[in-house]
Each structure stands twice: as C-alpha cells, then as structure tokens.
C-alpha cells in the first residue's frame, strides 16, 4: 500500500474509529443505567434515554422512599429524633437514596444533615410547624441550593414540644447519569489509547521497522558486508526503496565478485604470458648464442637454427595476437566484417591450407562436406578463421598419439550449418568438460612448455561464435579424441516481389 494511502486511511482512523467506539460505549452505558434506573426505582426514561429520564419524576420516587424511612421511624420511637447517633445513622440511610435529615424541635434545629453552600438560606425559608397539608406536597427553590423537594413531618415531643422532620432531595442531575459521565470518559480514554497503540504499531510496522532495517544495512554495507541481506516486500514507497537498495546491494556484491574474478583472471594471465613467453624467448636466445659461438657451423645446421628462431617468433606473434584480441574482448570491440560466405568454397580453401601446415607436423587431416555448393552464411571470414585455427591449434597441443588424425565435416542441418573438427588426443574428461570454454581454464592444470598457451583460446572462439548468433558445444571422450562442434546459421537472401 502506498504511503499516501496509509497516512489517509489512519486520517481516516482517528477520525471515524474513536467517534464511532465512543458512539457505541455510549449506547450500551445508555441502557445499561436506564436498565439500573427502571430496577432501583421504576422510572422509565422516554425513548430509551437517560438524557430524556424526568427528573423530577425521579426524584419524587427518591423522596418517597425516604419520606417512607421517616414515616415508618417517627411511628415507632418520636423520643430518637432527639438523639444525636441516631440522627446521624438515619441521615446516612437517606443519603443513599441521595436525601437529607433536618430535625427541628420548636424553633430550634436539632439536626442538619444538609451540606453545601446556601444552607442558612434553605433554613430560613423552611415553613413553620404544621404548614405542610400532608407530608408529601412542598417544594423550595434556592438560588444557591437549587431546586430541591421539601417533605414534612410534624409531631409532638413527650414533653409537648412541636417537633417538625424534614426530608431534604435536591433535584440535581440523575446520579445514573453522573455515573455514565465518568464511565463515558474513562471509556473515551481507553479508546484514544487504543487507537493511539493501534496506529502506532500499524505505522511502526509499515514505516519504521523497515527504516530501521534499511539503516541496519546501510551500516553493514559501509562496514564492507556486502552479504547482508534485506529481505522486504510490499509495494508502498519505502519498501521500493528497500527492494531497490538490495538490487543495489546484490550489484555491487556482483561487481565485487568479478572484480575480484577479473583480477585472479589478469593474476593468471600474466603468470601464463610470463611462462609462454619465457619459452620461446629462451629457446631463440639459446640459437642465437649458437650462431654467434659459430656452433651452426654447417648451413643445414644454420638453416635449422634460422627456421626455429623463426618458428619461436611465430609462436610468440600468435601470442601476442591473442592478447590482442583478448583485449578488444574484453572490452567488446571486436572488429567484424560480416558479408555473405559460401560454404563450400570457404571451408575448402580453409581445410587445403590447414593440411599444408599439419602435414609438415606429422598430422593427418581429412575435409568432408556434405552441403550443397549454393549454401551460404552470414559471417566475418576472418574471425571465422581464427576459431577454426584456435579449435586446431587446441587439437595439437593435446594430441598424444603417434599418428595425429583431424576430420573436418561440414554437414547441412536445416536452417543451420553445422561444422565438427574431431582429432585423436587425450580427450577431455567429463568434469572438466562444461568448462573448456572458460577464460583460463585448463584441463591440465600442471602446465608444461610443450603444452604452452594462454588458456585463452576455445573463449575466444565461443565468443566468436555467440557474436554470430551461433552455438558451440564439444563432445569426448578420454583416450579416444574431443569433437569440436558450431553451428551457424545460413544466409537466406529476401526477394522483394
């Protein structure tokens, strides 16, 4: 979820949510005292709320019931009322049904069990003895005691003395509504704390805690752990950039890697460059200290001297020239020249150059072609000639048989031109065989000067090949011989009609 959204949606919360929870407690605190207020004293609000109870109605059922405590205590013992403790322990059983006691004997007050502001004026205008018709009829109104019902009891003392009870209920607020007051408000607090802790861990679980994971791999990756990972999805803004970060994380890893890769490959070619260039250098400086010690004394002998120091000289300008390329490789620069080829003429010429140079090396070759002599293909002559020259060349470094075979076979499949160079050498063993086409890599790994090379070679040819949108594969078996195969597809010319 975007964050937008998210920061709407808690706006949105922290509106609606308290609103409506404070809604609902308020509905059930409702009824809940309505249900208190019908069973404690059998007033029913209108409509089902308390806002809408009558007051004074209620307050007349609190009235009677304490006017029916007094009642019932002036029938049995008038004499108590004089009675300090007494007076006290009636005043608290009205209280409960929230009244007072005021005792008056003659014009004196024995007891006031009335507390607040405004209580000598209320005494004050408390009727004299025998003003009440009946004991359920007078109300008094105050300005600072508020409204409040007055019953009135009269009787006689033992001693003749005219003692007057009053029953005092100010009509204040419902006490179940006082109550729904401070239940309400607990209640809204609890609901503000809810939603507070609510939108904290939502926001908290969304915002902050892949922040701090964020912050947690940024310090790993400034300590140089790149293998840290941080594992976040969704698809607000911060887990983007979250995803984006380890995108960036697994680069830079990857750049480490070949960084490192690249430099072991470098490492290793200049520890190859250094041994195939030492051998041929040695061996040319050893006949030229010949020639100048005048050990070549014969021409034959001279001629031989001359033939391997040019010989040697080749060797090291093929591998030079593979160094050059290996740069332009490198770097992807390779220069092609790609022009329609035929095949037949192609690798013919190719193969009757090829057996001029093996047979001088003791080496048998044999060329088959079996494609039409109309089949062409896309490709850079040159380049193509180096692969076939590097696939040779690889052929016998590693022949080990007393008489050397190379077959050459083109061989028609279809859309593609399929070429295998098969040679009776050591063959390539099965694990090292997925490999072969890796820069550097070698089967033999304890290197030898007859062997030589820059392993770099079959990487250069599959490189070749994979820019002419061809594929390379090889197939061998050890002791028997390696086979050598691309395929390249033809060229078919489009005919506008």
Known sequence: ?????????????????????????????????????????????????????????LFDALAAKSNQTVTEELGKNKEKFRNSEYQEDLNRKLKEWYSSLIVRSDDEFLYCGVEGNGLSELLSQLPGYGAAVSDYDLRIYTGKVTNCLLNQHDFLFADGAQGTVFVVTPITTLPQLKSMYVELGVSVVIIMLFTALLLLMWIYGSIVSPISKLKKATQE?????????????????????????????????????????????????????????????????????????????????????????????????????????????????????????????????CSEELMLDLEGQGIEMQYMNFCD????????????????????????????????????????????????????????????????????????????SRKGGSGIGLSIVRKIIEDHDGQIWASSREGTGTVMHFALRKYQEVRNE
Do not use: W
């Open 1 to 57: 979820m975007k964050l937008r959204n998210r920061l709407a949606i808690a706006f949105v919360i922290i509106l609606l949510v308290p609103v409506g929870l404070v809604s609902l407690c308020f509905f059930v605190l409702n009824g809940y005292q309505v249900r208190l207020l019908h069973q404690a004293y059998g007033v029913q609000a209108e409509d089902g709320n308390l806002f809408n109870a009558n007051t004074v109605e």
């Open 221 to 349: 990756i400034r300590d140089g752990n790149l293998d840290y990972e941080l594992n976040i999805k969704g698809d607000d803004e911060i887990s983007q950039l979250c995803m984006d970060f380890e995108e960036m994380r697994q680069r830079l890893k990857q750049n480490s890697e070949d960084k490192v890769h690249y430099d072991e490959d470098n490492k290793e070619l200049i520890s190859n460059i250094s041994h195939d260039l030492k051998t041929p250098i040695t061996a040319i400086k050893g006949y030229v200290e010949g020639i100048m010690d005048g050990v070549a004394s014969s021409p034959d002998k001279l001629d031989k001297y001359i033939r391997t120091i040019y010989n040697k000289a080749n060797d090291m300008d093929r591998l030079i020239d593979e160094l050059t390329f290996y740069s332009k490789i490198d770097t992807d620069k390779i220069p092609y020249n790609f022009a329609p080829i035929n095949v037949s003429a192609y690798f013919g010429d």
């Open 373 to 448: 002599a109309d089949v062409q293909i896309i490709a850079d002559a040159e380049q193509m000639k180096r692969v076939i020259n590097n696939i040779i060349n690889n052929s016998i470094k590693y022949m080990d048989k007393k008489k050397g075979i190379i077959n050459m076979r083109i061989k028609d499949r279809g859309d593609f031109v399929q070429v295998e160079i098969e040679d009776n050498g050591k063959g390539i063993a099965a694990k090292d065989l997925p490999y072969i086409f890796d820069r550097f890599y070698r089967t033999d790994k304890a290197r030898s």
